[in-house]
């Protein structure tokens, strides 16, 4: 019979316990699967645990700390000692994905990190293996759980952006300082993991825009309603010619599209390619037992003896100036003429407007308009004389629209 | 530099087709993940090529054959002979599968199935890989694209069965002899194989219960859309007490069920466990490019050493009276004591009734119940004593309800 094999665990918050416990109780379980009885050789947390005698004792390091350091730096250690390695971290596999996944391969070890992005979702081993072979053209994703639950409870209530927040910090899907998450940073992050699995290429965080959803009002909402549209924090990779880009922003997304139904704190991403058409898996984005089971599936694969060891194999372009479509809002006087000057503007900026509609407010009148699709440097260019518009009354608001119905 | 790796293809149809033709043009990429450079070794069609002289020059047997004969022997014969084998044949899996994994087990290589079950979308592997340590304790699926297209075809139109299946066969969504797939047949095989995954038991195809939509009204869909309900051809399998149940049924659902969204004929599995919630994924469910990727994507895994051995650990119980929650659509005589009368039999069978509706139509009423959930024997036995009252002027119409909101 062979020896059981030791799992050392890194951290001990609510992922590491739920790791922890569903490993014993499902020991049995994976032992049938892999031949291995797992058994847990120790836990380092900040003030109890021998990381030396911890790494001597097991097989597998599961990283479950967060945050770059020290979890880079003990990562590299054991990678190092010819362990392999799971992670839930996605700031690690963000920032420092290259520099690890050449050190497991010089080791001969796998580095895997499913719960890193979209949590109990399987994208990543989907898009690494399944896909592996596959040439992915557009990887879209609604890969942070916070900011879905507050779009979803604002459309659903019409409350304001911050109640709505407080409301996620009491149910406990956002946290008390929840910048990372409804600024856009979070979801960068998970993009550019995603993207570069997708694409075999380098990206770094850097490469990756995003905006948040801090400045979304209820009005945004009610008004995609009318149209049919929900308000999404997308994440979008794509190939844009000879190269990629990378983004985070929220927009609309036409009822058909796949990930319109995703709600509250849900995690979804929609993989497309000629060969699959497309193909979008969601589910718990987060939470301590689910992300527990992520981990869990990656040491399994461990054990019963696969392995692909990642490798970036192509060098493309990130491309900044990509084009979408808008939804533009403009709070303006309601006087003759308006209308022609902002429509003289995007014309003279090549921009050709879809659909208008102005309702008047008394002495102001409000104009949303969706405009076709267009580079976004020339819609900024274009928004920018708008607001130097004297008869503006406030600051133009603008959200992408997702056109297309996937399906 | 090593050999290149031989894959020897049964089969010559659409599939066949396209997936030689992704091999041969993602050849590079496959030697980029795996180390070897994969070539087609031969094809065997039923007028050419030599099934031993393939066999001899291949590592892997690819399988697009399908149905039983000559699948099966020529399946047998490649595992025996120490062949990797990957099948897109769910006739194949679904009825002879252990026999087939015993022998793999036995030879020490793979069998690979992706895309017998809703073509790309990779649940095979999720189910087998991602989730294998996990207590799966359901598995609801939209397996059959040519039903789903139908269904979504009447409820957009209001078109009848016969109108939208005449339609599917003019788009080549459905077969000229279409009675494996709208009689249920073609999904209960593939929840058949879903179920031996999920459970780890051995299940044959007898022991899925199934019915398929020919039934089906147009009314049926316009009373569901009036209670915000879509109609769906659900494959259910799942724990009851220390048993499972496999079933196959035309069911409304609604409108926060995560498989409600899905339309035409793509297809879409949930798994739940405690430790997960849930995991949707949907794509498209057939088409020759979509399940060739699914074929390819089995043929790289194997060639990048992967190596899961399906074994079933289990022996549970087929449980065949399980509870659902019914709708009802009764057409009486309109006159007074009718509604007590029936509700005096569904109180005697011990069901309780949720909410009635009727309509008079002139001499005649139309009474439309759902039902509480009770087991289905009882449900049955009412039925039954129903259709023997005098006052009844057609067959009652009844169709499953999925009450919950997974999400």
Known sequence: MPEPAGIGVLGRGTVGAAFAEQLTERA??????????????????????????????????????????????????ALQAGRHVVTANKQLIAQHGDELFAKARDAGVQLRFEAAVAGVVPVIRVIQESLAATRITRVSGIVNGTTNFILTEMAATGAAYEDALARAQDLGFAEADPTEDVGGADAAAKMAILARLAFDTPVNLDDVTYEGITEISPSDIAYAKELGLSLKLLGVAERRGNGISVRVFPCFLHRGHPLAPIEGPFNAVTVEAAAITEITMSGPGAGGVETGTAVLGDVVSILAGEAPVDQTRERLEIVADVSSSFYLHLEVADRPGVLARIADVLGRNGISVQSVVQRGLGEEARLVMVLHECPESRFRAAVGEIAELEFLRAAPRAIRVIEEEFV
Chains 1, 2 share one sequence.
């Open 28 to 77: 049995f379980q994976v032992e049938a699967i892999s031949g291995r009885r797992p058994e847990i050789a120790g836990v380092l947390t900040r003030s109890e645990g021998d990381f030396e005698q911890i790494l001597s004792d097991s097989e597998i390091i599961v990283e479950l700390i967060g945050g770059t350091e020290p979890a880079r730096e003990l990562v590299t250690a």
